[in-house]
C-alpha cells in the first residue's frame, strides 16, 4: 500500500509541468534583493557593485575601472562569460564560481525566481536601454 501510493505521489510530481516561461515583472521583483549593491537602466551606476545592463552574454569583468574580485579576474582571463546557466549557478550560491570573491550574498535558491531575475536582466543593452 505505501509503495502505491509513493509511486502515486511521484508519478504525479514527474507530470506536474515546470513552468517554462520567465516572467521578467517577477525578475524585476527578484532585483529587489540586488539593488542594494547594484543597478540596471540608463542612469545605472556603480554602486558597491557594478551596474548589470548588458550583463546576460558579457564577458567576465567586462566594466572598464570597476575593482573586480581577483576570482572573477581569473575568470575573465579564461573567456569566461556571463551566460544564463553561469548566471544562474553564480545566483545559487555566488562562491560556487568565485570563492574568495567579492560578492555578499546567500544567493537565491528558487530556480524559478532565478530564472525570471535573469529574463529581467537581459532585456538591458549595456547602455541601459530595453532590447
Known sequence: MRSTILIALLLAAAAAPARADPDIAKGETAFKKCMACHAVGPDAKVKVGPPLNGIVGAKWAHLEGYAYSADIK???????????ATLDTYLTNPKTLAPKG????????SEDER???????????TDGSKK
Request: glycine share 10%; no cysteine.
Open 74 to 84: 581569473d575568470g575573465a582571463a579564461a573567456g569566461k562569460v556571463w551566460d544564463e
Open 102 to 109: 567579492k560578492m555578499a550574498f546567500a544567493g537565491i535558491k
Open 115 to 125: 530564472r525570471d531575475l535573469i529574463a529581467f536582466l537581459a532585456q538591458f543593452n
